[in-house]
């Protein structure tokens, strides 16, 4: 098993900025893909950003620009840096992580984080 624990969100003004950060713990052989999604109220949860093991990185259009994605493959971490953020960006965010808990197999398995709360205001 493995756990994804999330930290970093808040109440922010709109134009400032936030950093998340997500740390996996657990059985793990290697992490593939890392990302960010998000859920606002009555929205579907959409992607924010997401970065493979070789740290290319893909962004929403809504963030491109704005927010920033990064990994720490030691400490097993993916960080969102999240600049001039608006009201839109309110919604609870969630990591996502694609893992491998056996060197001997291919298999892998997605996880995904309890959330945190980003609340921009006006």
């Known amino acids: 098993q493995v756990q994804l624990v999330e930290s970093g969100g808040g109440l922010v003004e709109a134009g400032e900025s936030l950093r998340l950060s997500c740390v996996a713990s657990g059985i793990i052989f290697r992490i593939n893909a890392m990302g960010w999604y998000r859920q606002a109220p009555g929205k579907q949860r959409e992607l924010v950003a997401v970065?493979?093991?070789?740290?290319?990185?893909n962004y929403g259009d809504s963030v491109k620009g704005r927010f920033t994605i990064s990994r720490d493959n030691a400490k097993n971490t993916v960080y969102l840096q999240m600049n001039s953020l608006e009201a839109e960006d309110t919604a609870v965010y969630y990591c996502?992580?694609?893992?491998?808990?056996?060197?001997?197999?291919?298999?892998?398995?997605?996880?995904w984080g309890q959330g945190t709360q980003v609340t921009v205001s006006s």
């Open positions: 996502n992580a694609d893992v491998r808990g056996n060197p001997f197999s291919s298999r892998s398995r997605e996880y």
């Open positions: 970065i493979t093991s070789g740290t290319s990185t």
